[in-house]
């Protein structure tokens, strides 16, 4: 729901405080700024994807969004990069919010995968299926864990 929305139903908004932002402004700072990239690459795979999801060739997305198709071909290749209006315009034209283009850029928020992984053949599931793809999900997560914990562990032990 947008702060509009929220507003207008006279909801909370829930904020982040002067201190979560202080934190979260601190460790940026403490990136380096390499970590701050955008994965134009990333972002040219996913637009890739989902114009080829829609039925649109590079020169049909091109018309839309007012480019040449030389850019979008560089960009969906790796070799290019997108500026911000660019970007906006393959958004809109393509149906996705542009945070589901930067998923792949370390400060992205995933939130718009996770939306777009909603998908209505879930609701056909079975609560059995539903429990087993949770179990999945819970075992793929304590992966993730432990393979954050062990990289941390062989940089601090210097392997």
Known sequence: MKVREYLHKKEAVTMASKDEI??????LMGMSI???DVDYAGVGQRIKEVRDQC??????LCDIC???TTTLSHLENGSGN???SLLYR???ALGKNIGYFLVDSPLADIAPIIESASDPKWERCSKQSMDLMNAVYERLMAYQDYM???IKRRGEAGE
């Open 22 to 27: 202080q934190k979260k402004y601190n460790e």
């Open 66 to 68: 007012s480019c040449d």
């Open 82 to 84: 997108v500026s911000l």
């Open 148 to 150: 954050e914990t062990e």
């Open 55 to 60: 039925g649109f060739t590079q020169s049909q």
């Open 90 to 92: 393959f958004s809109v």
């Open 34 to 36: 390499g970590a701050l």
